[in-house]
């Protein structure tokens, strides 16, 4: 019954490999983001997407790249993992790109070694 | 660089008061959010209050809102130990504008 739901929670990796999150959301919503938080807290957008196409792309190095396949899925693939990257990544659904809350999945904690 | 602020950074009572977290932001908003945030889990979201408003109520929760101020603020009455958590607003300036968070107030509620 999970909503939104991200795997893997917990993902260690070496500095250089290529590694992939994924993000599924079963609420019917049409936009899909990927946040990352940092260390302090903060919580920063990444992508947003709404029915399969890229709304919004912050300063985000293309290293980082979505994928959508559908409008119920949203992956985050990431190559060439640098230490920088290690944080907490958050994937959230809404629907619309207006007046609503977003539901976030549990996060998936990366570290990078 | 963040759009929002939010004081305190940390906040600490006893069981049975009552909790404020302010939220600060610099631009024009088109509504205000604010979302929790348990240890270790995803953020969910508490109340959402438009800009035409100035004040909401849900449950033990009470939001305001000052558009003049662009500020907010969040009231906790009667806490619980179960309200131990990060408090984030978030805020959309205007239409597909994605969500600005604060840095987050870390309330602990003690028995």
């Known amino acids: 019954d999970t909503a939104v739901s991200q795997t893997p929670k917990y993902l260690v990796t070496q500095m250089g490999n290529d590694k992939s999150i994924k993000c599924e959301q079963n609420?019917?919503?049409?936009?899909m983001y990927w946040y990352k938080q940092d260390s302090k807290k903060f919580l920063k957008i990444m992508f947003s997407?709404?029915?399969?196409?890229?709304?919004i792309n912050e300063t985000v190095p293309n290293r980082f790249s979505p994928k959508s396949p559908d409008k119920a899925h949203l992956n985050l693939h990431i190559n060439s993992l640098e230490l920088g990257d290690s944080a907490v990544y958050f994937c959230?659904?809404?629907?619309?790109?207006?007046?609503?809350?977003?539901?976030f999945g549990q996060g998936t904690r990366l570290t990078v070694v | 660089s963040q759009q929002g602020e939010e004081d305190p950074q940390a906040l600490s009572i006893q069981e049975g008061e009552n909790a404020t977290m302010n939220c600060s932001y610099k631009?024009?908003?088109?509504?205000l959010q604010w979302y929790r945030q348990n240890s270790g889990r995803g953020l969910v979201h508490l109340i959402l209050i438009r800009s035409n408003e100035r004040e909401k109520h849900s449950g033990r929760l009470r939001v305001t809102l000052d558009t003049s101020k662009k500020s907010s603020s969040l009231l906790i009455t009667a806490s619980r130990a179960a309200d131990t958590a990060s408090y984030f607003c978030?805020?959309?300036?205007?239409?597909?504008?994605?969500?600005?968070f604060g840095p987050g107030t870390r309330l602990s509620v003690l028995p």
């Open positions: 959230a659904s809404g629907l619309g790109l207006r007046n609503t809350e977003a539901f």
């Open positions: 631009t024009s908003i088109n509504n």
């Open positions: 609420l019917g919503h049409d936009t």
């Open positions: 978030a805020f959309r300036r205007d239409y597909g504008q994605n969500f600005v």
């Open positions: 997407y709404n029915n399969k196409e890229l709304i």
